[in-house]
């Protein structure tokens, strides 16, 4: 998506659902998408990918938030202190429940790059929540 408008929680729901079909996820039938806001509009998404040796399969937050990273989101200074990119939002959609929270996991990887709301699908409309409420009393970057 071009960085000219800022989509809609809709609109990222819906790139989240696009994200889902492109889930490999043949152990669990359960595709998840996730698609993280920017501060500028862009969106970057992602899906689970499992494998048949299956701790290695990962979900789709972690795999968007990779996403992110290895499009040139954060500019290293020295490979020690990244500018760390902001996430205004990300959206989470899995094709077989709804809504769909972010596991733990993916809860911290996302704390990392300062994530300020979840959005999920409750009734077929979204619903925001602030970050804080998702992951209080987090533990981040800044602590070290
Ligand atoms: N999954 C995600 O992709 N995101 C979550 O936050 C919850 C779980 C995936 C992992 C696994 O591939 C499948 O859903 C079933 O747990």
Partial sequence: MNATTIPT?????EKAREAAHHAWAPYSSFPVGAAI?????????????????SPLGICAERN??????TSGEATADDGHLPNLPVIRAVAIVGLKAEPCYPCGACRQVLREFNCERVIVSVDGAPRSFDFSEILPYSFGPEAL
């Fill in 37 to 53: 806001l920017l501060d500028d509009g862009r969106v970057i998404t992602g899906s689970n990918v499992e494998n048949a040796s």
């Fill in 64 to 69: 968007a938030a990779a996403h992110m990273i």
């Fill in 9 to 13: 929680d809709v609109e990222l729901l």
